[in-house]
């Protein structure tokens, strides 16, 4: 079981990377987030929305560890926890941070549940 919840969790987190790194300009609009007169936006978004993601999920299949798999349940701990604080100072669309930070919070949860440390 803890295999299956790894493997799927991992695919689904370099699935979600994968937007980011090859559709900077989608998942900048799925983001609410507006291009400016630089393309720097776009960089960001395919190296710390696409890739970072991408290549987590790949290093931790590849390494096969519980520790790598717990890693990045600790990073979606942090990602749903900026959602939240967001949620209470800077009142964005409820309905979004509510959708992505409940993935982000079910992938910490699967990635921590099944890796214990």
Known sequence: MTDLINV???L???AFGLFGFVAPRYTAAALDLAPTTSTMGLSEMRAS????FVVAGLAALWLNEPLAF???GFAFV???LGRL???IFD???RRKV???GGIEAVLAVAFLWANPL
Do not use: E, Q, R, W
């Open 98 to 100: 509510l959708i992505f």
């Open 78 to 80: 942090g990602a749903a």
């Open 91 to 93: 009142a964005p669309p």
């Open 12 to 14: 689904l987190t370099i």
């Open 49 to 52: 929305v696409g890739g970072l």
């Open 85 to 87: 604080v967001s949620l």
């Open 8 to 10: 799927t969790a991992s």
């Open 70 to 72: 717990a890693m990045i």
